[in-house]
C-alpha cells in the first residue's frame, strides 16, 4: 500500500528565514506530485506538479520554489518567508489521469 | 484564471435529513469533477468523484450529479449523521489537464442531532 509522508509536522519561522518542507511517497513508482496551499479556514490552491524526477511546473507565484530531487520526493522551498506564507501546506499524489490524495500536511506559521 | 463556485458556504441540517452542495464550473473541457472532505486539522480526504462520461454516481450515502451543459455538479449526502460535519470541497479539471484541479470555496457543513 502506497504512504505518502510529510515533514515537519509543524513549524514555526520568522519572516525573512528560510523554508524547506519535504514530501516523500511510498508504494507507488512514478507518480505525479503536487503542492498546495490552504489558507485558515481557506480553499485549496495548486502550488506546484511533477510528472517526473527533475521536473516541476508552477502553477502560481508566491514565492516559492518546488523541486523533485527523486522519484519518491518532492521539496517546497522559500529562501525568505513572508507574513503571507502561513497556512497548510498540502502534498499529494496521483497516478496519470487518476485521483488525487493528500498527505497529513504541514503546518506554517510565519511571525 | 478559472474558477469553480461553490454554495452554500454554510449549510446547517437536522440529523437525517439531506444535505446537498452546488457548484459550477467555467471551462467546458473540464471532465474530471472530485469531492473532498476536511475535518478540522485533517488533510482533505476524496469521498467520490465524477468523469464526464457520466450523469451521476452514487456510493454509501453520497450521490453526485453532473450536468456538462449547465457546467454545474453537485454532492447530495442522504440521512445525514453528526459524523458528516467538516468542511467540503469540490473540484473541477482545468483546461491544462486532469492534473491541474481548480477548488471551490468550501461548504462548511453542520449536522444537528
Known amino acids: 500500500a502506497q504512504t505518502i509522508h510529510q515533514w515537519p509536522v509543524a513549524e514555526i519561522k520568522a519572516v525573512g528565514s528560510p523554508l524547506s518542507l519535504g514530501c516523500t511517497i511510498k508504494?507507488?513508482?512514478?507518480?505525479?506530485l503536487y503542492w498546495y496551499w490552504q489558507a485558515t479556514g481557506g480553499t485549496l490552491q495548486q502550488l506546484f506538479y511533477s510528472i517526473t524526477v527533475g521536473q516541476v511546473e508552477s502553477v502560481v507565484q508566491l514565492n516559492l520554489s518546488a523541486s523533485r530531487p527523486k522519484d519518491d520526493q518532492f521539496i517546497l522551498s522559500t529562501e525568505k518567508l513572508l507574513l503571507s506564507h502561513s497556512g497548510f501546506y498540502l502534498c499529494?499524489?496521483?497516478?496519470?489521469?487518476?485521483?488525487?490524495?493528500f498527505g497529513p500536511g504541514t503546518r506554517l506559521t510565519v511571525l | 484564471g478559472e474558477q469553480v463556485e461553490q454554495l452554500p458556504s454554510i449549510l446547517r441540517v437536522q440529523e437525517g435529513s439531506s444535505a446537498s452542495i452546488n457548484c459550477t464550473y467555467e471551462n467546458s473541457a473540464s471532465n474530471y469533477f472530485p469531492w473532498y472532505k476536511q475535518e478540522p486539522g485533517e488533510n482533505p480526504k476524496l469521498i467520490i468523484d465524477?468523469?464526464?462520461?457520466?450523469e451521476r454516481k452514487q456510493t454509501q450515502g453520497l450521490i453526485v450529479l453532473l450536468d456538462k451543459k449547465a457546467k454545474r455538479f453537485s454532492l447530495h449526502i442522504t440521512d445525514t449523521q453528526p459524523g458528516d460535519s467538516a468542511m467540503y470541497f469540490c473540484a473541477a479539471s482545468g483546461a491544462s489537464g486532469s492534473w491541474q484541479l481548480i477548488f471551490g470555496s468550501g461548504t462548511q457543513l453542520t449536522v444537528m442531532p
Open positions: 508504494g507507488k513508482s512514478s507518480p505525479n
Open positions: 465524477i468523469r464526464s462520461n457520466m
Open positions: 499529494a499524489w496521483s497516478l496519470v489521469g487518476a485521483e488525487q490524495y
